[in-house]
C-alpha cells in the first residue's frame, strides 16, 4: 500500500472513529455510536470534529480511521458537510488506538510531517482556544516531543485519567515534559492534584510526527507495529476507503495509545488548554453541556411533563410523559426506554452490558 502524498508544512489530521459509546445508550448503539449522532444539535460529533480542522493556511485534508463496520454512516455524513478526507482507514477488526494511530501515521508517509489525533465523540466549545493550543504546541512536536492535550480540571473529577506535568517547558513553549499518567483517581487524590495546579485530564488528543510515533512503537511495541505495517502493505483500496489486510491487523495487540507508547516514551510532553472540553461520556455530561431552563429540565422530542423537575428527556419513537417527579434521566429509542436517576448514568454502561448478555428477556441484576 502506498502512503497519501501529504505536504510537511502543514497539520494533519488524523480522527478516531471506531468507539461503540455504550454509555449513551439506548441512542448510542453499536451499529450507530454517539460520534454519528446529532445529540448536541443539527450535525454529529464526527461531522463536528471535521469541521474543527477545515482551516486550510492550517490543516491538509484529514485521515479518518473507523471501523468497517460503520463505512456507509461515515460516507453518508462526510457528504453532508462536503468533507473530502485525504483517506478513510477501516479497520477489519477493532485493536485499540495504538495500532489505528500508526494505519494513520503509515497512510501519511510515515515521514516528518506533523499529525493531530482526535477522537471524534469529544466535544470542544472554544474552538479559537483549542487551535491556539494546536499552534503553541506545534514547535515541540516538530523538534520530535509527543505532545498530549491536557484539560485544565475545573472540580475533583474521578471518572478521567491525568496527566501529571513537570516546571520544565520543552522547545522554548508552554509545552511541559510530562511526569507521569494518572488513573482515575478516587475523590481524595483528585482533591490533592486538584490543589497542585500541575495535573490535568487526559483528553486523548495528540499532535507529533508521524515518524516520531512510529519510532516509539518500534521501540515499545515492535511486534504491533510489524504487524500494522504489514496490514497496511497488504491494504486494498475501494475509491476513499483503505482496507487493512485482515490477518495480519488481527494479530496485532489491542491496546492504546497511552498504554502502549505515551506511559513509556521519554519524550512525552504536555500542554494544558481550557477550551469548553468534553468526552460527553454519559448522560449527566451532555446534559451539563445542553443546558437546563429554569425548571432544570431539558426535552428534546415528544415529551409532556407537568409538575416535573430537574430531568433530563430525550424521546427518540415514543411519547415520554412525566407528572410529578425530578431527577430523572429518561430516553427512548424505538422499544427501548432507559431511565436512570440523574447524576448516577455512569450506570447506564451496565444496563447495556446486560441487555447484551440477556437478550431481549426481563433481567434483574
Known amino acids: 500500500m502506498t502512503s497519501i502524498e501529504i505536504a510537511t508544512s502543514k497539520i494533519t489530521p488524523m480522527i478516531l472513529s471506531g468507539g461503540a459509546g455504550t454509555r449513551l445508550w439506548p441512542m448510542s448503539t453499536n451499529e450507530c455510536p ?4 446529532p445529540l448536541l444539535g443539527d450535525k454529529t460529533m464526527f461531522q463536528m470534529t471535521l469541521e474543527r480542522v477545515t482551516d486550510p493556511e492550517m490543516f491538509m485534508p484529514p485521515i479518518i480511521v ?16 462536503d468533507s ?42 472554544d474552538l479559537s482556544a483549542f487551535l491556539n493550543a494546536v499552534e503553541l504546541a506545534l514547535p515541540a512536536a516538530t523538534e520530535g516531543w ?53 495535573h490535568v485530564w487526559n483528553a486523548g488528543i495528540f499532535l507529533f ?12 511495541a515492535p511486534e504491533m507495529l510489524a504487524h500494522v505495517k504489514a496490514s497496511f502493505d497488504g491494504a486494498s483500496k475501494q475509491n476513499a476507503f483503505v482496507i487493512p489486510d485482515v490477518e495480519h491487523f488481527a494479530k496485532a495487540e489491542s491496546n492504546s495509545i497511552d498504554y502502549a507508547i505515551m506511559e513509556k516514551a521519554e519524550n512525552v510532553a504536555t500542554i494544558a488548554i481550557g477550551c469548553g472540553w468534553s468526552d460527553v461520556g ?28 430537574n430531568c433530563l428527556i430525550r424521546a427518540n419513537g415514543a ?11 429518561v430516553v427512548s429509542k424505538g422499544t427501548e426506554v432507559m431511565i436512570v436517576p440523574r447524576g448516577e448514568t455512569q450506570f447506564v454502561k451496565k444496563i447495556a452490558e446486560a441487555i447484551a448478555l440477556s437478550g431481549k428477556e426481563s433481567a434483574n441484576i
Open 34 to 37: 454517539k460520534q454519528f449522532l
Open 66 to 81: 473507523g471501523s468497517s463496520n460503520h463505512a456507509e454512516l461515515m460516507e453518508q455524513q462526510l457528504a453532508e458537510i
Open 84 to 125: 473530502d478526507p485525504a483517506a478513510i482507514i477501516l479497520e477489519p477488526v477493532a485493536r485499540n488506538t495504538a495500532p489505528a494511530v500508526a494505519l494513520a501515521a503509515l497512510a501519511a508517509g510515515a515521514g516528518d510531517m506533523p499529525i493531530l489525533v482526535m477522537p471524534s465523540d469529544h466535544v470542544i466549545t
Open 146 to 198: 509527543l505532545v498530549t492535550f491536557g484539560i485544565q480540571p475545573t472540580r475533583p473529577e474521578t471518572g478521567y485519567g491525568y496527566i501529571a506535568m513537570s516546571d520544565e517547558t520543552v522547545a522554548g513553549t508552554s509545552v511541559y515534559k510530562t511526569e507521569a499518567f494518572i488513573e482515575k483517581p478516587d475523590r481524595t487524590r483528585a482533591l490533592q492534584m486538584l490543589k497542585t495546579g500541575q
Open 209 to 220: 510526527r508521524a515518524d516520531a510515533y512510529l519510532s516509539a512503537m518500534q521501540a515499545f
Open 282 to 309: 454519559s448522560w449527566d455530561a451532555l446534559g451539563d453541556i445542553a443546558g437546563y431552563d429554569k425548571s432544570g429540565n431539558n426535552f428534546s422530542g415528544e415529551v409532556i411533563a407537568i409538575d416535573s423537575k
Open 319 to 329: 411519547r415520554i410523559s412525566l407528572c410529578g417527579v425530578q431527577d430523572l434521566v
